[in-house]
């Protein structure tokens, strides 16, 4: 079925230095989310993406969708230890179903 | 406060004893879905709804019921829960096909 293969699994960082994260897909993708669930929480809705090429930007997070609308990256610049946690990529499904990838999670050290 | 509200937060039950987790949202959204989460699978959708008496399975339907008798309300019914039921359960609800979803706060259920 549908998936998306999302990588690394794990990064650990020292505060201050830049993550990124991925999200690939052997199909093309009609939108796609990004979710941050911190440890013990719940996840919380970040972004959507809807077009070819996207990039937006939310302060130290930046958002990109691929220009053939099978990746995603998100971008966190200069880590903070507020940023530790799991992120996920999730798209809709053409049912309104979601499908997510295995998210990574992220630990900053101080 | 615009919310998804599950209960309850924690429940510890025994193999066999019907159980029922409420999903409540204030948005009026018409999307709404019931995920589990298990250390090394992430996230996986139980069953989705698309509005009101519109209802189809997920990833991983087997052993659970779902109702949408109200666009507000989406409950998760294990009618003979199982150990490998054991997990935390995540309700959530959007505006739109394949938008933002909203999450309630879990429900960490132990089937013993």
């Known amino acids: 079925g549908q998936q998306v293969m999302q990588i690394p699994q794990y990064q650990h960082v020292q505060e201050g230095e830049d993550f990124t994260t991925y999200c690939n897909s052997s199909t093309t993708l009609s939108n796609i989310q990004w979710y941050k669930q911190r440890p013990g929480g719940h996840p919380v809705f970040l972004i959507q993406?809807?077009?070819?090429?996207e990039v937006k930007k939310q302060k130290r997070l930046t958002f990109q969708f691929g220009e053939a609308k099978k990746n995603s990256s998100l971008h966190i610049t200069a880590t903070q230890t507020t940023d530790v946690g799991t992120y996920f990529c999730?798209?809709?499904?053409?049912?309104?179903?979601?499908?997510f990838g295995k998210g990574t999670k992220l630990s900053v050290k101080p | 406060e615009a919310q998804v509200t599950q209960n309850p937060r924690y429940l510890i039950t025994v193999t066999g004893k019907k159980l029922t987790v409420t999903c409540s949202q204030n948005m009026n959204h018409e999307y709404m879905s019931w995920y589990r989460q298990d250390p090394g699978l992430g996230l996986r959708q139980i069953y989705y709804s698309m509005n009101v008496e519109v209802t189809d399975k997920g990833d991983v339907p087997e052993g659970y019921k779902v109702s949408r008798k109200e666009k507000r309300n989406f409950p998760l019914i294990l009618e003979s829960p199982s150990p490998n039921q054991t997990s935390l359960y995540f309700c959530a609800s959007s505006p739109r096909q394949g938008g933002g979803y909203t999450f309630g706060s879990g429900t960490r259920l132990t089937v013993v």
């Open positions: 999730d798209y809709g499904g053409s049912q309104g179903n979601l499908i």
């Open positions: 993406l809807v077009k070819s090429g």
